[in-house]
């Protein structure tokens, strides 16, 4: 076994250093064919093998290694599947989005954490936002979590019902993701079910979460109830939100709160 492993090795820590520029004298070819070496070390028995190979092929940009790539999704070694993801967000092809998507439920946290961010990279279709969303359903909390980063991380996050109802997620960070991609929509509907999370939820942290939406969305008709919450709720920060979020709704009549946006 140690004999095989060897050659492999050295294959394609050659063909990494190709990638790197340490054979500048005498490349065996463009990026389009180390490329090609690289997807078929996706196959290879060794998993470390196979996860350096799927984290090159990002770093070499070809789209052309997608296929290989979205196989490489459903290796049985969890590293391999997060390096595929990762590498797949950096091609940038919008089409692998239903994929990652799907990883988003991966019994690994750290496949999920590549494929939410991966998803960050892609342009969203309804596809892939769809999958994303039925995320929000399933019965592992941290799965949940997932599919809310990779809403707030897409250009256009879709006002739905389905949205809307994972507001009564019973565990608070998720309800926390889900006000943060409710705010990401931009639409006005949403302005009442922050309202609501603001005045009612349990969790000071959703509650600082919906004052700093509202702030974001900039309604007006808002800076009423807004005004109570900065004066009257007990949690310290969500006061400072709210105070921040009449801030930026009306600047001129208020003052700097010392906090600054959440990025």
């Known amino acids: 076994m140690k004999a095989r492993f060897f050659p492999r090795l050295f294959s394609l820590l050659w063909t990494c250093s190709l990638i790197a520029g340490c054979y500048v004298d005498a490349p065996p070819g463009g990026p389009g064919e180390v490329s090609i070496r690289l997807t078929e070390l996706l196959a290879d028995p060794d998993p470390e093998v196979r996860r350096t190979a799927a984290e090159s092929l990002g770093k070499i940009g070809q789209r052309s290694a997608g296929h290989g790539l979205l196989t490489a999704l459903n290796d049985q070694d969890s590293r391999v599947r997060a390096a595929a993801a990762l590498s797949l967000g950096r091609l940038g092809d919008g089409a692998s989005g239903i994929s990652l998507a799907g990883r988003l439920v991966d019994s690994s946290e750290a496949v999920r954490g590549a494929s939410a961010l991966a998803l960050s990279e892609l342009e969203s279709t309804g596809a892939s936002e769809a999958e994303t969303i039925r995320a929000l359903h399933h019965h592992d ?6 599919a809310t980063r990779a809403l707030v991380s897409q250009d256009n996050v879709p006002f739905t019902a389905e949205l809307v109802g994972a507001l009564h997620d019973t565990d608070a960070h998720v309800r926390q993701g889900v006000a943060a991609a409710l ?14 999370l603001l005045k009612e939820d349990a969790s000071a942290g959703v509650r600082s979460e919906a ?27 969500t006061r400072g939100w709210a105070r921040w979020a009449v801030e930026q709704i009306t600047p001129s009549r208020g003052s700097d709160s010392g906090l600054r946006p959440i990025r």
């Open 141 to 146: 909390p941290s799965v949940r979590m997932a």
């Open 211 to 237: 004052a700093f939406r509202l702030g974001k969305l900039g309604d007006t008709s808002v800076v009423g109830e807004l005004s109570v919450v900065a004066k009257g709720d007990s949690d310290s920060i």
């Open 183 to 196: 705010g990401e929509t931009g639409d006005r509907r949403a302005i009442p079910h922050l309202l609501r």
